[in-house]
Nanobody, 125 residues
Framework: QVQLVESGGGLVQPGGSLRLSCAAS????????MGWVRQAPGKGLEWVSDINNSLSGDTTYYADSVKGRFTISRDNGKNTVYLQMNEMKPEDTAVYYC????????????????WGQGTQVTVSA
């Protein structure tokens, strides 16, 4: 069955960096668009970033709140999608979820068909 397992979360100081990984299994990873969504304490889900599959050019998309600071990428050989987070801010504190689309190109984030369990990221001095 489809599994998405996030890792790499933790505590980081403001201005620091962290890289999240999402190991995928149970489907042909290279065929599908992937994404990241986060949920801050006491708040709703916030879409962060998506990446199309490689045949669609690995096109990437970012929320305005993270554009220029976060980078999404994928390694089809390792069935893994990454989120490199730089210049981190306290407002980036959240549980970060990896998610899969049911198609090669990204759409609205409510179209994800599978989600991981999440990894906690805390930005604090």
């Amino acid at each position: 069955q489809v599994q998405l397992v996030e890792s790499g979360g933790g505590l980081v100081q403001p201005g620091g960096s962290l890289r999240l990984s999402c190991a995928a299994s149970g489907f042909t990873f290279s065929n599908y668009a992937m994404g990241w969504v986060r949920q801050a304490p006491g708040k709703g889900l916030e879409w962060v970033s998506d990446i199309n599959n490689s045949l669609s050019g690995d096109t990437t998309y970012y929320a305005d709140s993270v554009k220029g600071r976060f980078t999404i990428s994928r390694d089809n050989g390792k069935n893994t999608v990454y989120l490199q987070m730089n210049e981190m801010k306290p407002e980036d504190t959240a549980v970060y979820y990896c998610a899969k689309f049911g198609r090669p190109t990204a759409g609205h984030w409510n179209e994800y068909d599978y989600w991981g369990q999440g990894t906690q990221v805390t930005v604090s001095a």
